[in-house]
T-cell receptor
Framework: GEDVEQSLFLSVREGDSSVINCTYT??????LYWYKQEPGAGLQLLTY?????DMKQDQRLTVLLNKKDKHLSLRIADTQTGDSAIYFC?????????????FGQGTELSVKP | ETGVTQTPRHLVMGMTNKKSLKCEQH?????MYWYKQSAKKPLELMFV???????ENNSVPSRFSPECPNSSHLFLHLHTLQPEDSALYLC??????????FGEGSRLTVL
């Protein structure tokens, strides 16, 4: 099927680490993405990982990729209240052009002070 | 500011109305997209235009009619919609297969 699965909610305390998980569908997907949607806004590309990588770190963000299990995670270190948003995992299955991303349902991250 | 502007930001319409959503991109991209975002559901790709030609139509009902008069503008014409069509409609653009840049969306409510 073409379902990218995410849990719907995550609540953490400010300063803690957040880990958002995603299971994608096609182990041949070349790129996997994390998008962030703040309240009342569109989606913004947060980070991405190429399928030949296991990990990518970008400041407070760490992306882990387990191709065998088709599992992608986004870790946010030292989570701040400004990180409260919906986070979408997305993939481009083989044969799809760049814009034809398959998105998950989104994980709503709530950061409590 | 992502360079993709959508208007109106909010729209309420009756089932017999005809309205249009507009998207304009200022990024010089050659591809534009309409996505539908419903609560707690994955984003659904509706239409893709590349170089002003429609290259994708994901089984969208005919009550949604896209129009791309040039590479900077994209419209979604709405006619006799149903309440279940209420959603956030997101426009995006890209240069070829590059990164998608999204607008802030048009929140549609069908009464």
């Amino acid at each position: 099927g073409e379902d990218v699965e995410q849990s719907l909610f995550l609540s953490v305390r400010e300063g803690d680490s957040s880990v958002i998980n995603c299971t994608y569908t096609d182990s041949s997907s070349t790129y996997l993405y994390w998008y962030k949607q703040e309240p009342g806004a569109g989606l913004q590309l947060l980070t991405y990982i190429f399928s030949n990588m296991d990990m990518k770190q970008d400041q407070r963000l760490t992306v882990l990729l387990n191709k065998k299990d088709k599992h992608l995670s986004l870790r946010i270190a030292d989570t701040q209240t400004g990180d409260s948003a919906i986070y979408f995992c997305a993939e481009i299955p083989p044969g799809n052009q760049g814009g034809k991303l398959i998105f998950g349902q989104g994980t709503e991250l709530s950061v409590k002070p | 500011e992502t360079g993709v502007t959508q208007t109106p930001r909010h729209l309420v319409m009756g089932m017999t109305n005809k309205k249009s959503l507009k998207c304009e991109q200022h990024l010089g991209h050659n591809a534009m997209y309409w996505y539908k975002q419903s609560a707690k559901k994955p984003l659904e790709l509706m239409f893709v235009y590349s170089l002003e030609e429609r290259v994708e139509n994901n089984s969208v009902p005919s009550r949604f009619s896209p129009e791309c008069p040039n590479s900077s503008h994209l419209f979604l014409h709405l006619h006799t919609l149903q309440p279940e069509d209420s959603a956030l409609y997101l426009c995006a653009s890209s240069q070829d297969d590059g990164e998608l840049f999204f607008g802030e969306g048009s929140r549609l409510t069908v009464l």
